[in-house]
């Protein structure tokens, strides 16, 4: 059965901290990792790693793929109280139509 | 640009009633999908289609109904609700086939009596 897993479950950080989120999958026909982060409603996309090894930046944020231990992370340097949120992990598979398969999240808080 | 657009954004059935709700997108995005979110338990596909008349079944698709006659819309429909179906709805749609790079709508909180 195709499953996502996701590490820490919570965790509570001061400003400026740095954060690691892990997330292992098994997925079917894997083809893509993905991350969203989920504030108060929607889920918005932050990522999608299809090669491993190479890292994807946007500011603060990175990410990286290893397809050989089927896991990613994804690190938030200098933390902002503005990253408070859920991060979902998703990793994409299965036959002619890609199906997202999701992690429970990691519900991050970043204290002033 | 409205994205994805839900309705309504918050619903109370009671056990048998039946209802829709509703979804449009104006992106043309050909990728259209319904999942529910609840606690301990991630995000799970309900259903999904891949343009207009073609649907098919997610992860739960049990006592769910959908359909697409246009590019634009896709309503899920509950047939008789059940306590179990207590949850958050999401619907979320992509470019092309792929479903991978989701742009979701603010969700319907729905609760079962």
């Known amino acids: 059965e195709d499953k996502v897993v996701q590490s820490p479950l919570s965790l509570v950080v001061h400003e400026g901290d740095t954060v690691t989120l892990n997330c292992s999958y098994e997925?079917?026909?894997?083809?893509?990792l993905l991350w969203y982060k989920q504030e108060k409603k929607a889920p918005t996309f932050l990522f999608m790693l299809?090669?491993?090894?190479i890292e994807k930046k946007s500011g603060r944020l990175s990410s990286i793929l290893d397809k050989k231990e089927l896991f990613s992370i994804l690190n938030i340097t200098a933390t902002q109280t503005g990253d408070s949120a859920v991060y979902l992990c998703a990793g994409s598979g299965g036959g002619a139509t890609n199906k997202l398969i999701f992690g429970t999240g990691t519900l991050l808080a970043v204290q002033p | 640009n409205a994205g994805v657009t839900q309705t309504p954004k918050f619903q109370v059935l009671k056990t048998g009633q039946s209802m829709t709700l509703q979804c449009a997108q104006d992106m043309n995005h050909e990728y259209m999908s319904w999942y529910r979110q609840d606690p301990g338990m991630g995000l799970r596909l309900i259903h999904y289609?891949?343009?207009?008349?073609?649907?098919d079944q997610g992860e739960v698709p049990n006592g769910y109904n959908v359909s697409r006659s246009t590019t634009e819309d896709f309503p899920l429909r509950l047939l008789s609700a059940a306590p179990s179906q207590t949850s958050v709805y999401f619907c979320a749609s992509s470019h092309g086939q792929g479903g991978e790079k989701l742009f979701f709508g603010s969700g319907t909180q729905l609760s079962v009596l």
């Open positions: 299809t090669s491993s090894g």
């Open positions: 997925v079917t026909n894997f083809r893509s």
């Open positions: 289609s891949v343009g207009a008349g073609i649907t």
